[in-house]
């Protein structure tokens, strides 16, 4: 089932691939949750299949857990639909990370509580002047922000030590450019950074902190190319083109 937050629409949305059409009753297992009535603006399912999601109420922004206890997370003063968390990611024990404008959040299911890491952030060379568009945990529990135009922040999830690479970094720590579209994580634990703007990419190296491929043409487009960065998808059979795999 992919379900998606309504937004102004209110509630939660399923969508059915076969008929392809958006649904506005959920499968039975989720129709607990009380969100019908929510300006639903992001949705995001547990590895322990849990639910939690973000709502806004006028300006003001919360994320809302399975008991219904909303936790408020911040204000805008904007009109409209505006708050949408662009990022979430779960680290090993659960916890979940939410990225938003230059904000990071950690809710903690076990104790059903939000904790504010922004200030965390903010003792890098690049102070608070980013946008948090993506967020990957690899499997050293070390946290990974895509931010816009400001690079990469790296750090371990349990020190307040941050790594930053980027256009102004010298060395194994230089990206040729500054705006970060995306982060896919690789089993060999190196990463793919993508741009935007750009079809081009680097590929770095989480556990030795350096750069490996500093740039590249990421085309999904060709096979041959993904098979050498993705070897472990070369073992799949399917009867769609290998690049149909792949986020374009």
């Known amino acids: ?40 603006t992001s949705i995001y399912r547990t590895k322990k299949d849990r639910l939690v ?19 408020f997370l911040s204000d805008r003063a904007i009109t409209g639909t505006s708050f ?9 024990q659960g916890d979940i990370l939410l990225g938003y ?30 946008i948090i568009k993506s967020t990957c945990i690899d499997n050293f529990s070390n ?21 930053n690479f980027g256009i102004t970094k010298q060395g194994n ?10 982060i896919i994580k690789k089993p060999d634990e190196t990463i793919i950074v993508r741009y935007f703007g750009t079809q081009m990419a680097s590929v770095i190296d989480v556990a030795n902190k350096k750069i490996v491929t500093r740039e590249f043409k990421f085309n999904p487009l060709d096979s041959g190319m993904m098979k050498t960065l993705f070897p472990q998808f070369s073992q ?12 374009p």
């Open 1 to 40: 089932n992919v379900l998606i937050g309504a937004g102004n629409q209110k509630g939660v949305l399923s969508f059915d691939p076969v008929s392809i059409t958006l649904k506005r009753k959920l499968p039975p297992f989720y129709q607990l949750f009380k969100w019908k009535d929510e300006t639903v």
């Open 53 to 71: 999601c973000c709502i806004q109420e006028g300006n003001k922004f919360s994320l809302v857990s399975e008991t219904g206890k909303k936790h």
């Open 84 to 92: 949408f968390i662009e990022s979430i990611a779960e680290d090993e």
């Open 101 to 130: 404008g230059n904000r990071l959040f950690e809710y903690r299911p076990d104790i059903d509580s939000v904790i504010d890491l922004s200030r965390n952030l903010y003792n890098t060379s690049i102070g608070d002047n980013f």
């Open 143 to 163: 946290l990974w922000l895509g931010l816009y135009e400001a690079g990469i922040l790296k750090t371990s999830m349990r020190k307040s030590l941050f790594l």
């Open 173 to 182: 720590f230089n990206l040729p450019y500054s705006s970060v579209y995306s």
């Open 236 to 247: 799949v059979i399917s009867l769609k083109p290998f690049y149909q795999l792949f986020d």
